[in-house]
């Protein structure tokens, strides 16, 4: 049987939803498994997390947006490690790959920047505190914000691999 593969721009931003899905869901599971497990020892918090507050403007040069997007994708590694589960970490690894160009886009955007920036040092906070639910709210919070951001970011990524081929 032949079938056609839809690769229209929604069709993608559905794909990127189902990938934030799937990390949400491994990293609420490796949360809930061993909160107490967790340690930042060895992970370097980015200078504008640490002196991220209320009220605090976001820098002015881009230089963050990298710095930012490799810590999140380290911290989720570190949350994902405390499952003890190959596979999960696996799963998480080719995540990170297949969704920075969305990250570094969002945090391009103002607005997300903030949160993304309030969000972080809120999970790092809830993390130490072994707070679980803390933990899981800023998840979906998250989740919630990217689920809004994907049909606005997708095409934009979409049309510039396509340049760069």
Known sequence: MNTLIDHSPASAANAMRDEFGMARAILEYSIRENIAGFTLSGLKIPRVIQCW??????????????EVAIFQEHLADRITALSQNRKLL???WRFNEVSRRFREHEL?????????????????????????????AVLQHCHLR????????????SQRQAEIA
Request: proline share 7%; charged share 20%.
């Open 53 to 66: 507050g209320p009220g605090t403007s976001l820098p002015e040069s881009a230089d963050f947006v990298l």
């Open 90 to 92: 696996e799963e998480i």
């Open 108 to 136: 391009t955007i103002p607005e997300a920047a903030s949160d993304i920036l309030d969000q972080l040092a809120n999970l790092v906070n809830a993390l130490f505190a072994q707070d679980v639910d803390a933990a899981l």
């Open 146 to 157: 990217r689920f809004d951001l994907a049909d606005a970011i997708v095409p934009r990524i």
